[in-house]
């Protein structure tokens, strides 16, 4: 079975630009959520959906917005890239409950110059 | 608000030594606790949770932790360290009435010799 995979591996963007990144979830796993690791870093929460809805939100300015699709699949979105926006993005997808553990991707590594 | 940390940025440790790496935790109710190590260059992998029940979580590849409701602890052991055991180890927290977010912590690094 595949794991949580997110396209593409790496981004070098320029300041102003906009990013999509892009993730598909374990097969089975309706929720999906989106992590910002600085380096040095732990993982900061941004955004979750299920079912296509937003279910929660991170400390993240308007700039950042996600969706995601009947497919389960979801994509971040980043508008007005700044250089402090140089992260690992990571994708985790899980089942909808409090004590199942969250599965990651590989992450996308953005960099904004 | 709930939080985690993980007091020690690094910790060195020798082959075939134990391994402890501290987590302590601050949520209101009853947490669901992880732990997470992270290779370079690559995304988080699970190694082992406490939801309730026995203290000792056994994990992936030989580890485990002890959950102390009364130190708010989750330290993560291995009886006995490998080498490729070196990476990052993240703690995370989830309220149990939350069932999204995960609260991280800085994360330890861990540098096994040989």
């Known amino acids: 079975d595949a794991g949580v995979t997110q396209s593409p591996t790496h981004l070098i963007k320029t300041r102003g630009q906009h990013v999509t990144l892009r993730c598909s979830p374990i097969s089975g796993h309706k929720s999906v959520s989106w992590y910002q690791q600085v380096l040095g870093q732990g993982p900061q929460f941004i955004f979750q959906?299920?079912?296509?809805?937003?279910?929660g939100r991170g400390n993240f300015p308007d700039r950042f917005s996600a969706r995601q699709f009947p497919n389960y699949s979801s994509e971040l979105n980043v508008n007005a890239l700044l250089l402090g926006d140089s992260a690992l993005y990571l994708c985790a997808s899980s089942l909808r409950s409090a004590n199942t553990e969250a599965f990651f991707g590989q992450g996308t590594r953005l960099t904004v110059v | 608000a709930q939080s985690v940390a993980q007091p020690e940025d690094q910790v060195n440790v020798a082959e075939g030594n134990p391994l402890t790496v501290k987590c302590t935790y601050s949520v209101s109710g009853n947490p669901y606790l992880f732990w997470y190590v992270q290779y370079p260059n690559r995304g988080l992998q699970f190694l082992l949770k406490?939801?309730?029940?026995?203290?000792l979580v056994k994990g992936s590849y030989g580890f485990e932790a002890e959950f102390n409701k009364s130190q708010t602890s989750f330290h993560l052991k291995k009886p006995s360290a490998l080498v490729s055991d070196s990476a990052l180890y993240f703690c995370a927290v989830r309220p149990n009435d939350s069932w999204g977010k995960l609260q991280f912590g800085a994360g330890t690094q861990v540098v096994v010799t040989p």
């Open positions: 406490y939801i309730t029940g026995d203290n």
């Open positions: 959906y299920y079912e296509k809805e937003e279910r």
